[in-house]
T-cell receptor, first 116, second 113 residues
Framework: GAVVSQHPSWVICKSGTSVKIECRSL??????MFWYRQFPKQSLMLMAT?????????EQGVEKDKFLINHASLTLSTLTVTSAHPEDSSFYIC????????????FGPGTRLTVL | AQSVTQLGSHVSVSEGALVLLRCNYS??????LFWYVQYPNQGLQLLLK??????LVKGINGFEAEFKKSETSFHLTKPSAHMSDAAEYFC???????????FGKGTRLSVIA
């Protein structure tokens, strides 16, 4: 199946700093990618839909100025957590669908963010 | 709007026993239904999916699920649990392959030796 990677797999940062997380589709082009957030022992919540070449669509309650999404190419979407605070600590997961493949989304392995 | 309800946040079974994880959905259009498994600190792995066609879907690791439209259910089963099946399981729904998934709250499966 199609492969989606994320980098880094884990990151620890100080409060007030910004962190960039990359999501790449390795063997297909993805016009749309999705970013989810998962708190410990909870389900995945959609944060935003990332569209190649256009602005991301954010879910209600998600601060677009805090969670900057850039989908600069058909294989890369980035999520930047700006001025991170401890409450932003979470597991961030991206997904993408291969337009030429089966009707399913492929998930990245996730990025564990810890803000001190 | 779509939604998913997973009955039971934690299910415990003995090794070799039947596994049954329940999922009910609501959708205003024919749904695409998925089951994913997540091991600690890892991403999601697709177990199986229903899009169209046969309502009994077989997936990896011996799991299967049956789409029952009249019951709006998509329960996950496995005839004989293995220790390696202990994980978190998520049911999800979407209205196509290119729209975001709506996840249930998850069910943690424990397997007792």
């Amino acid at each position: 199946g199609a492969v989606v990677s994320q980098h880094p797999s884990w990151v620890i940062c100080k409060s007030g700093t910004s962190v960039k997380i990359e999501c790449r589709s390795l063997d297909f082009q993805a016009t749309t990618m999705f970013w989810y957030r998962q708190f410990p022992k909870q389900s995945l919540m959609l944060m935003a839909t990332s569209n190649e070449g256009s602005k991301a669509t954010y879910e209600q309650g998600v601060e677009k100025d805090k969670f900057l999404i850039n989908h600069a190419s058909l294989t890369l979407s980035t999520l930047t957590v700006t001025s991170a605070h401890p409450e932003d600590s979470s597991f961030y997961i991206c997904s993408a669908r291969d337009p030429g493949g089966p009707n399913e989304q492929f998930f990245g392995p996730g990025t564990r963010l810890t803000v001190l | 709007a779509q939604s998913v309800t997973q009955l039971g946040s934690h299910v415990s079974v003995s090794e070799g026993a039947l596994v049954l994880l329940r999922c009910n959905y609501s959708s205003s259009v024919p749904p695409y239904l998925f089951w994913y498994v997540q091991y600690p600190n890892q991403g999601l792995q697709l177990l199986l999916k229903y899009t169209t066609g046969a309502t009994l879907v077989k997936g990896i690791n011996g799991f299967e699920a049956e789409f029952k439209k009249s019951e709006t259910s998509f329960h996950l089963t496995k005839p004989s649990a293995h220790m390696s099946d202990a994980a978190e399981y998520f049911c999800a729904v979407s209205d196509s392959g290119n729209t975001p998934l709506v996840f249930g709250k998850g069910t943690r499966l424990s397997v007792i030796a």
